[in-house]
């Protein structure tokens, strides 16, 4: 079955780019329609940070939509997100998923994310 | 933007009991678009129910779901000692968009 493995710095300085990937195995990442990132933080729970498709296409949570990019890497299987000018605010545990359909079916194990100097 | 209230913050119940989950949406959300998800420590969210009411794949019977409108429930009709656990409802809505509620702890005595 479908397994989502992400990866990243655990640290990123304030005012940097947070840049995470998302490994996807077990199957191919054209099999599926939407894929989203989503964040945790005791501070603000579970935030659906925003999703991609399989074309390419995104929506963004629009509190943080200046500041997010996400690409999707057929070639490789990879999802990569990309969030600029960090504070600590950011400091979180992020997740990858797959959309089963309006909810995330297949989550990966999180990376965690501390935003420090 | 939809606001999901969850309650209680903490239930505390004994194997065998049957425990009562709310979720309250700040506007109507349709059916198709609310889920729920059990997180253990240390653990990402599995989603337990979608559309409302639908088990997800795997999901034990005991688990069920039901609501509509701007009001859901998940019943654990009788609790096994693996249940305890934090459960978070989420709804979509467009644009697109997911919320979480702030969810509710369940400990099993």
């Known amino acids: 079955q479908v397994q989502l493995q992400e990866s990243g710095p655990g640290l990123v300085k304030p005012s940097g780019t947070l840049s995470l990937t998302c490994a996807v195995s077990?199957?191919?990442?054209?099999?599926?329609?939407?894929w989203s990132w989503v964040r945790q933080s005791p501070e603000k729970g579970l935030e659906w940070i925003g999703q991609?498709?399989?074309?390419?296409?995104?929506d963004y949570n629009p509190s943080l939509r200046s500041r997010i990019t996400m690409s999707i890497d057929k070639s490789r299987n990879l999802l990569s997100l990309r969030l600029g000018s960090v504070t600590a605010a950011d400091t979180a545990v992020y997740y990858c998923?797959?959309?089963?359909?309006?909810?995330?079916?297949?989550w990966g194990q999180g990376t965690t994310v501390i935003v420090s100097s | 933007e939809i606001v999901l209230t969850q309650s209680p913050g903490t239930l505390s119940l004994s194997p065998g009991e049957r425990a009562t989950l709310s979720c309250r949406a700040s506007?109507?959300?349709?059916?198709?678009?609310l889920a729920w998800y059990q997180q253990k420590p240390g653990q990402a969210p599995r989603v337990l129910i979608y559309?409302?009411?639908s088990r997800a794949t795997g999901i034990p019977d005991r688990f069920s779901g039901s609501g509509s409108g701007t009001d859901f429930t998940l019943t654990i009709s009788a609790l096994e000692p693996e249940d305890s656990a934090v459960y978070y409802c989420?709804?979509?809505?467009?644009?697109?968009?997911?919320?979480f509620g702030q969810g509710t702890k369940l400990e099993i005595k």
């Open positions: 989420e709804s979509f809505d467009k644009p697109p968009r997911y919320t």
């Open positions: 506007q109507a959300v349709s059916s198709s678009y």
């Open positions: 998923a797959r959309h089963g359909g309006f909810f995330q079916d297949v």
């Open positions: 991609i498709s399989r074309r390419g296409s995104t």
């Open positions: 077990g199957g191919s990442i054209s099999s599926y329609d939407w």
């Open positions: 559309g409302a009411s």
